[in-house]
């Protein structure tokens, strides 16, 4: 059997090339298109929350559920340069409270009943969803902005209903869910960097 390729005789290495292809080419329209201006906004959202003293929420699920756990880590933590912790909490990270609020009211609810615990006016929820179509996505940003939250989206394909309801979307427009999510991990670390650089600019602290 030639190398590279499989009993059914399709080149594994040709797979693999149109894998990278695929990624390019959707990185490269995420680049170029309108979501280079609506993630600015995002950034200059985030600053403007975080340095009022409010606080970031995300949530998502599988893939975006530990995308935003991945979010909420670069804020509490860091992302390259020393700053002041920022306050930010994965709405998907405490298995007996997702647990809990899936049996005892409903999955849909997962999310934002955590928003109406947890979320004050003047935070954000940032809610993630490839499709913009999760329910409990779309419940949550509906809850927040009921509740006097910012909220803002990183979404894929049209947007999907999400979109109605966040006050900024950066939306990967492919239809594939890989892709999306890869454009998802990028934007997420465009996110940290600006909003490391803002606050560095301002004096070293959000509002600064």
Do not use: W
């Not at 009022?52 to 390259?80: I, M, P, T, W």
């Not at 306050?87 to 405490?94: I, M, P, Q, R």
């Not at 999310?111 to 969803?129: K, M, N, T, Y």
């Not at 329910?135 to 209903?161: I, S």
């Amino acid at each position: 059997m030639p190398d590279g390729a499989d009993r059914g005789g399709r080149s594994i290495a040709a797979l693999l090339r149109r894998g990278f292809e695929r990624h390019r080419a959707a990185m490269e329209r995420l680049g170029t298109g309108p979501a280079l201006d609506r993630l600015a906004e995002l950034i200059l959202l985030l600053h403007d929350v975080l340095s009022r003293g409010g606080k970031v929420l995300a949530c998502g699920n599988g893939g975006s559920a530990a995308d935003a756990q991945h979010f909420a880590a670069e804020l509490v933590g860091r992302y390259k340069d020393e700053r002041p912790a920022l306050a930010a909490v994965a709405l998907t990270s405490d298995g007996a409270v997702l647990t809990c609020l899936a049996n005892d009211y409903d999955y849909d609810r997962v999310f934002a009943r955590q928003v109406e615990a947890l979320g004050r006016p003047g935070d954000l929820l940032l809610g993630i969803s490839t499709s913009g179509r999760s329910p409990n996505v779309v419940r949550a940003l509906e809850t927040a902005r009921a509740r006097g939250l910012k909220t803002a989206a990183l979404l894929g394909r049209d947007g999907g209903p999400a979109l109605a309801h966040a006050d900024v979307a950066v939306i990967v427009a492919d239809e594939e869910t890989a892709r999306i999510q890869e454009g998802h991990a990028l934007l997420i670390h465009l996110l940290c960097e600006a909003l490391d650089e803002t606050i560095a600019a301002r004096g070293g602290r959000p509002g600064g």
